[in-house]
Every structure is written in structure tokens, then in C-alpha cells.
Nanobody, 122 residues
Framework: QEQLVESGGGSVQAGGSLRLSCVAS????????MGWFRQAPGKGREAVAI???????RVADSVKGRFTSSKDNGKNSLYLQMNSLKPEDTAMYYC????????????????WGQGTQVTVSS
């Protein structure tokens, strides 16, 4: 059974850092495009960062220069390093996997974790 489990969320003051982790089971992440998404209360879900099956990356303009996504195929894990956090980064963060080689839209993702909450206070 395919499963994604996120961890690492929490509460932090503005300017702080967090590192999110996502462990996959039931499949091999190197064969999927992996993504981080977030959803703030009252807002739609948005893509934050992706790593495609070739290792190519993309991050949202709103987090460029602050967030970095990486993965460890040996550990079947995905990470999101978040620095210089801002209150507007407050959201539930989700890890997801797409069977497409590269995907940005959440409509193109097939497997989702349960999410981990990130709260940034000013």
C-alpha cells in the first residue's frame, strides 16, 4: 500500500527555520515526480516545490531563495528546508507523488500524505 508520511512541522517565529520530511512506503520515489504543497485556511492548495524524476527542481516564486527541496532515494525520502520563514508561510504542508515525469499542478498528483502543520508567528 502506497503511503506518504510527513513530519517536521511546528511553530516558529518569523525568520526561523524548519525542515520537513516525507517518507514514502509501498513504492520508490525515484520513479515519481515528488512535490510539496501547502494550504492555508480559507485558501486553495498551492505548489511550493517539486523534484521531477530527472532531479530537476522548481520552487514557487513566493518561496524562492528561502525554501529548498531535496530527496534521498536511498531513504525513499523527500525534504523541504524552509528558511527565513514568514507569517504568510503558515499552512498545512503536504507531500505528494505524481506518476508524471514532471508536474506542478496538484491535479496531476496521485498520492498524498496527511500533512504537517507549519505556523509562523510575527
Amino acid at each position: 500500500q502506497e503511503q506518504l508520511v510527513e513530519s517536521g512541522g511546528g511553530s516558529v517565529q518569523a525568520g526561523g527555520s524548519l525542515r520537513l520530511s516525507c517518507v514514502a512506503s509501498g513504492y520508490t520515489i525515484s520513479r515519481y515526480c515528488m512535490g510539496w504543497f501547502r494550504q492555508a485556511p480559507g485558501k486553495g492548495r498551492e505548489a511550493v516545490a517539486i523534484i521531477d524524476i530527472s532531479g530537476g527542481t522548481r520552487v514557487a516564486d513566493s518561496v524562492k531563495g528561502r525554501f529548498t527541496s531535496s530527496k534521498d532515494n536511498g531513504k525513499n525520502s523527500l525534504y523541504l528546508q524552509m528558511n527565513s520563514l514568514k507569517p504568510e508561510d503558515t499552512a498545512m504542508y503536504y507531500c505528494a507523488a505524481s506518476r508524471f515525469a514532471r508536474a506542478w499542478s496538484d491535479d496531476d498528483y496521485h498520492y498524498w500524505g496527511q500533512g504537517t502543520q507549519v505556523t509562523v508567528s510575527s
